[in-house]
């Protein structure tokens, strides 16, 4: 079975995660758009994608110092 990176491991977020890349692109400056997005360059793209996964991090680092994280 392939693996899509586009594909969310819970169904249910991907509401929430597609508005939260269009939350990231906005503040970059990237122009985003609904559907295609072959024009943006792989860096603009790129950029969108890294500072998402930036962004989850420090939340769940927050989450974690609150002690209200979940144990891994």
């Not at 597609?18 to 559907?35: H, I, M, T, W, Y």
């Amino acid at each position: 079975m392939a693996n899509r990176s586009s594909s969310t491991n819970v169904p249910e977020a991907k509401g929430a995660m597609d508005r939260f890349k269009f939350e990231v692109a906005n503040e970059l400056g990237v122009p985003l758009s609904d559907g295609y997005n072959g024009n943006l360059t792989s860096k603009q793209n790129g950029s969108v994608g890294g500072y998402m996964v930036k962004k989850m991090i420090e939340a769940q680092e927050r989450q974690m110092s609150q002690g209200s994280g979940s144990q891994l």
